[in-house]
């Protein structure tokens, strides 16, 4: 089981339209998924129609494995699951504190299904706390979207230095593609070409374009590809997923 956890310390970068859509085209192509929505606001389990966990309150997150395997939910695709998220979740760094070895227990929950999937995707929100650490630590690779502006840039910078300074995980777990591109806005092409000369290997070759069919997919509550499958956004969101299935495998596309 491989773990990949879409984040950003910058929030509206597109992190869960990244979390959503990675997981139908990870599902797609025949992996079986889980997208555990970390997230209090629970929008990945909205988008797939799924309601707020009831069960998985509190600190049973992180100590009581079936409950754990008990509140996920299958969606309407095959191969997908979704672990909905509750606004308890909000506490988690407050329930993390208490707890011994609290850098280690998201990864704990995780191994308790890890035969059951193929993948897990975590749509995680966007701050750096304890329950960050616990990503940091837990996931294989950390995917962050990066809009092409100037903060954009700057809190890029602040993740790769506070790995540096104080989480334990290996940064070179991290790897970044470019969101809500706009090619037409010198801004975006100058950061991108001046992010992607800085860090040479960091970045995917895919950029996901600024699009309102992301913007629509709150209408549909679905993920791209499910209606707009012929789209750019789409074909993007499909190519992110190419890319990193060939660094999960330790290969690149000729």
Do not use: W
Request: hydrophobic letters at 40%.
């Amino acid at each position: 089981m491989k773990i990949i956890a879409c984040y950003s310390n910058k929030g509206g970068v597109g992190k869960t339209a990244t979390a959503v859509n990675l997981a139908h085209a990870f599902a797609q192509s025949g992996a079986r998924v889980l997208l555990c929505d970390l997230d209090p606001q629970g929008a990945s389990g909205f988008y797939f129609r799924v309601k707020p966990s009831k069960k998985l309150l509190d600190e049973a997150f992180f100590k009581d494995t079936e409950r754990f395997a008990k509140a996920i939910r299958g969606s309407d695709f095959d191969n997908l699951d979704i672990l909905p998220a509750n606004m308890s979740f909000r506490d988690f760094d407050v329930f993390l504190s208490r707890m011994k070895h609290n850098r280690e227990r998201l990864g704990r929950s995780l191994k308790s299904v890890a035969g059951d999937y193929d993948i897990v995707l975590l749509d995680c929100p966007p701050n750096i706390s304890m329950l960050a650490e616990n990503v940091f630590e837990a996931a294989d690779h950390i995917v962050v979207p990066v809009i092409p502006t100037t903060l954009s840039e700057r809190t890029f910078e602040q993740l790769l230095d506070f790995l540096d300074d104080h989480a334990q995980a290996d940064k070179q777990k991290v790897v970044a593609f470019f969101s809500m591109v706009q090619k037409q806005k010198t801004l975006h092409a100058e950061t991108m070409a001046r992010m992607r000369e800085t860090y040479p290997d960091r970045f995917l070759a895919v950029e996901v374009p600024f699009s309102t069919d992301i913007e629509r997919m709150g209408t549909h509550r679905a993920p791209v590809a499910t209606f707009a499958q012929t789209r750019p956004a789409a074909k993007a969101y499909d190519e992110l997923q190419r890319e990193l299935r060939a660094r999960m495998e330790g290969t690149t596309d000729d």
